[in-house]
């Protein structure tokens, strides 16, 4: 039972990290109604400048405590994700109001392009180390329940609870605010949100702005676990089937999903792994993504599809 219930920890923290990722999706779903292929490569890119100028700070400014050079460099990053999305919304969404949604996917493309080539070439292609002070040391927990306690990895717990308060804080921004009532009408006809004098150009500004800081804080808790790399840009790939099995314009659902994944991800593992020779990680979540596509194409949460005719 210990084993089992390590297992399924683990699997949730995980999960949770999958759902930071996922968020980003959500959001700009929400507010132009397509996808963002651009959302891995922001990632990329806030981490990279994170990591980046964690080092240049103390540098320039002779800071010598970590503690305050992060926070800088976080202030910093958080402003250049913003600047990014005022730029994206001035150059590229304000041209594309009431285009197909093809053409709003196909320029999502062409950012995420833009974004992997102009962080490398800024910040550089090497892997760089990103400190924020996660405890690395693993710790036990319920030793009194059970023989030995149960082991949980002590950033994971962290890394969970710092996207849980962020999930938590963005489902009452849009449950609560008047601009999250804005996103849903922005995202079901952006002309008609438009007649009714809602402020298309701010709401997407807003919309991106939040998804880079929502990138930003995935980018440092992934780039702390694994390095600032070129490969942090797959970490969107993994958020997929995250959104596909919660709903594409479903906050909560990106956090069921995420949840659903990250649990389903090791207890398969550790418990059919066996049987099947293993690897059952890289492709459970793609399996049932696929499966929920078949016959619930919306997801948990998600609002169903209606064809007009």
């Known amino acids: 039972m210990a084993f089992f219930l390590e297992t399924l920890l683990g699997g949730l923290m995980v999960g949770m990290l999958y759902s930071l990722v996922a968020l980003g999706f959500v959001l700009i779903f929400k507010a132009s109604g397509v996808f963002n292929f651009a959302q891995g490569a922001m990632v990329l890119f806030a981490a990279l400048a994170m990591a980046r100028l964690a080092q240049w700070i103390p540098e320039w400014t002779g800071i010598e405590s970590k503690v305050l050079a992060n926070l800088a460099a976080f202030v910093l990053a958080g402003a250049l994700m913003f600047v990014i999305a005022w730029l994206i919304e001035r150059l590229v969404l304000r041209h594309l109001v009431n285009q197909e949604g093809a053409t709003l996917l196909m320029a999502t493309l062409g950012i995420a392009y833009f974004l992997d080539g102009i962080g490398q070439t800024i910040f550089g292609s090497n892997v760089y180390k990103l400190d924020i002070g996660m405890p690395k040391e693993p710790i036990f927990v319920f030793e009194s329940v059970f023989p030995g306690g149960i ?83 797959t970490v969107a790939l993994r958020a997929l089937p995250v959104v596909i099995l919660g709903g594409l314009t479903s906050v909560p659902g990106a956090i069921i999903g995420g949840l659903v994944i990250g649990a389903g991800e090791k207890l398969s593992e550790v418990y059919l792994g066996p049987y099947v020779g293993g690897g059952i990680e890289i492709w459970f979540a793609y399996v049932l993504a696929l499966v929920f596509l078949l016959f619930r194409p919306q997801g948990m949460f998600g609002e169903k599809i209606i064809d007009r005719v």
């Open 151 to 233: 082991l949980i990895n002590r950033e994971d717990l962290i890394a969970a609870a710092i996207a849980t308060a962020l999930v938590a804080m963005l489902s009452l921004f849009f449950q609560k605010t008047s601009t999250g009532r804005a996103l849903r009408a922005v995202a079901d006809d952006h002309q008609a949100a438009q007649s009714i004098g809602i402020p298309l150009n701010r709401i997407w500004v807003i919309v991106w702005c939040v998804a880079g800081v929502v990138a930003l804080v995935a980018g440092m808790i992934w780039g702390s676990k694994l390095g600032v790399q070129f490969s942090l840009a």
